[in-house]
């Protein structure tokens, strides 16, 4: 009851389309009762036309088949345009439906849902859907009014044969529902299956170049070929049950016309029919064959839609875990400051992630939010975009209890920029301006120059209306980013919150956006998810974060000075690299002054977010630290080196041209690859990128030092 309540309830979708419906059921009525007229004219012909010789009425007889068929030529064409319009008006519908439904959903849906397996939800699933929808009753309809007027006819003729007809019934609609159960459970199987393909070259796909990187491209095809044998049987048993449906359906109808031409033949031996009455008989009951079937394949597909129509509903019937209360207001301005009050938080029961924040943030300040990975400080600042709710406490802004905020308006003045960038398929205009159609090339020229973009861009071959590739493959890494960093300023917002948004910026530009954010920052809220020197250093204040809550808080100097958890963190992160610094600037000068070579090498671990996601932070911070001392190990002893971003490393090579900085790159490159970091009982393997530069060759201060490693990193990994 509960799966045809469900089914009813999709007729809804139907509509706006009922009178094209009303007019199709109607057009297709005649053109099956044309039909039935054929053997009643077969009749006539046999027992008046050809025994009397009767030109005039067999001219008169053929006339009407002729015209017969032009007629069920029109109101089938008539049935057929309308049926076509209805399916697919009725498949933009619900994918419309569908696809805002996804849009509407919030991230903790998405979060647990696969993006092949929603596609495969809105392709397939939803054209079973549409065809549940717009056949089933219909159709049923149409079979019922057929088999009666049959049952009619037949009763006329002869009430014994029809009776007879009717015996193999009961037979036919056991055997149905037995194999409609059977193809049901299958299909549950095989839609699954399909979907967890679809889901795996969804993933596989985009990370072509870290498979090819890993040299995993026969693991990776090795683990298709496993998901597609699997399909294969499933698919493969779904063939076997439907061969036997077809070969059991295909016996009882032989039998069963079998015996009821014996019976017929014997009722004409007899005197009962004539040869007329029995053709015209013979030729209804066999039509009684195909409604009697009809009605059989309208079970099973009914069983097997229903399926489809489930997982459909079930994306349909979701309730966003984020909702606007029904007082919430728009947020005219972000003018006010911003309060947690003990909010905690947490993506899985038992798990939290905030554990009873309570800060307030002034408006108009610079504040970094520094802390070890998984600390909780990308949760933060999704809670204040509202992209989730948290388990309890209160959020506000300038008062307002973020509940209280309509979505919308609120992410209109406040924007965050995450690491992980977004480049759709068009334009560089038309990506810098996405959310914010309607301002011209003038103010998204002004966005580019403020991002550090303008420059590029002016170097493509289209400029601004130079077309991307599909996730911007066309352009680097640190192009991509000053494209969404771009995007961000464009909207002019009073909170603009940055998650790691230079990461992948080379020094000179990540200190252009640097000194034009501080600029474009006058009378607004920056908030920055730090990890690099620059960014803690100038904030107006630091929130250290530590297993889901604010240990510390204050500008720089005073958490220095208080020698707290802070401290430990920036002597842990950064000692090492003010040291490098201090040291690379000497050997600069050395080497200027002495005309003696100086090289600097910058290595990068890939895909660390990847490797997070299977072993753990905690483990991959430690698998972390081993690389750094390999590298020490690695070096010599008048080499000096430290750990730059996260992923990256720095060694100054003294007295070593750019030849032998590229072998020495290389070397510690594949020490680093081929060694194995054990931590627990996980295995670590890290792919790894390498850039030189030396003074005095392709290089002439530090600057360029940075930004040559980095152009290389960008580049093809090796």
């Known amino acids: 009851m509960k799966k045809f309540r469900l089914y009813l309830a999709y007729q809804k979708y139907l509509f706006p389309y009922l009178t094209k419906g009303v007019i199709s059921f109607l057009a297709s009525d005649v053109y099956l009762l044309l039909g039935m007229a054929t053997p009643l004219i077969t009749k006539a012909l046999l027992d008046y036309a050809y025994p009397n010789r009767d030109v005039s009425l067999l001219t008169l007889f053929i006339g009407i088949q002729i015209a017969i068929f032009f007629l069920q030529q029109y109101f089938g064409s008539i049935s057929g345009y309308l049926d076509m319009y209805m399916d697919n008006a009725l498949t933009v519908s619900l994918k419309e439906k569908f696809f805002a439904t996804l849009q509407r959903l919030s991230l903790k849906f998405h979060n647990e849902k696969k993006v092949g397996d929603l596609i495969f939800r809105l392709d397939k699933d939803i054209s079973s859907t549409v065809t549940m929808v717009t056949q089933v009753i219909a159709v049923s309809l149409q079979t019922l009014l057929q088999l009666v007027f049959l049952l009619f006819i037949c009763f006329k003729f002869d009430w014994r044969l029809t009776l007879v007809a009717l015996s193999g019934i009961p037979i036919y609609f056991i055997e149905t529902h037995f194999f409609a159960g059977k193809r049901r459970d299958i299909l549950q199987k095989e839609l699954e299956m399909q979907s967890g393909v679809e889901s795996y070259l969804q993933e596989r796909l985009p990370a072509i170049k870290m498979i090819k990187s890993f040299g995993r491209e026969g693991l990776e095809s090795g683990l298709f070929k496993r998901k597609i044998q699997e399909l294969f049987l499933i ?204 301002v011209g090339i003038n103010d998204i020229i002004n966005a580019a120059k403020m991002a550090n973009a303008h420059e590029f861009i002016e170097k493509l071959e289209a400029g601004y209306d130079t077309l991307l590739e599909e996730r911007g493959s066309n352009l680097s890494g640190g192009q991509r980013q000053r494209v969404t960093i771009a995007r961000a300023l464009l909207r002019d917002p009073k909170l603009l919150m940055l998650d790691e948004a230079t990461s992948a910026l080379d020094p000179e530009s990540e200190a252009s956006i640097h000194d034009a954010l501080a600029n474009f920052r006058q009378g607004r809220t920056l908030i920055s998810i730090a990890h690099k020197l620059s960014t803690i250093i100038d904030s107006d204040e630091i929130l250290f974060f530590e297993k889901g809550s604010i240990v510390e808080r204050g500008s720089f100097n005073q958490l220095m000075a208080a020698k707290g958890r802070f401290y430990e963190f920036f002597e842990k992160e950064f000692e090492n690299f003010r040291y490098f610094s201090d040291r690379l600037g000497q050997e600069v000068l050395r080497t200027k002054r002495y005309n003696r070579p100086f090289s600097m090498i910058m290595l990068g671990l890939r895909d660390l977010g990847k490797i997070a996601g299977e072993i753990g932070e905690e483990e991959l911070d430690a698998a972390i630290l081993d690389v750094e001392e390999l590298i020490r190990k690695n070096k010599r002893e008048v080499d000096f080196s430290c750990k730059y971003h996260k992923d990256r490393f720095l060694v100054g090579l003294p007295e070593i041209n750019l030849e032998k900085a590229n072998l020495a790159a290389k070397r510690l490159s594949k020490s680093i690859s081929e060694n194995k970091f054990l931590k627990g009982n996980q295995e670590i393997n890290f792919l790894v990128d390498w850039g030189v530069s030396s003074i005095g060759e392709d290089a002439a201060n530090i600057t360029e030092l940075y930004r040559n490693c980095e152009k290389m990193l960008e580049g093809s990994p090796r």
């Not at 493969?236 to 059991?248: A, D, E, G, M």
């Not at 013979?282 to 195909?290: E, H, K, L, P, W």
């Not at 990308?378 to 975009?385: G, P, R, W």
């Not at 406040?414 to 309607?438: L, M, P, R, W």
Request: net charge negative.
């Open 235 to 438: 698919t493969r048993q779904s063939y076997i049950v439907s061969f036997l449906n077809r070969f059991t359906d295909s016996a009882i109808s032989s039998i069963w016309l079998a015996i009821l031409g014996w019976y017929a033949g014997y009722h004409v031996i007899t005197g009962v029919l004539s040869i007329g009455e029995l053709l015209a008989v013979t030729a209804y009951v066999a039509q009684i064959y195909g409604p009697v079937m009809q009605v059989g394949d309208i079970y099973k597909f009914i069983i097997e839609g229903m399926v489809s129509i489930g997982r459909v509903d079930e994306v349909m019937a979701q309730v966003p875990s984020v909702q606007d209360a029904p007082d919430a207001q728009d947020l005219k301005d972000v003018n006010g400051n911003i309060n947690f009050k003990d909010v905690s938080f947490s993506y899985f029961d038992g798990q939290p992630v905030l554990n009873n924040i309570n800060v307030e943030i002034k408006a108009g300040k610079a504040i970094a939010l520094v802390g070890p990975s998984g600390a909780g400080k990308t949760t933060f600042t999704d809670l204040m975009m509202r992209f989730y709710d948290p388990d309890k406490g209160r959020i506000s802004m300038g008062g307002l209890d973020l509940k209280k905020i309509t979505q919308a308006s609120l992410r209109q003045r406040v924007t965050i920029v995450n690491q992980e960038v977004t480049i759709f398929a068009g334009s560089v205009a038309d990506n810098i301006k996405y959310g914010n159609e309607s």
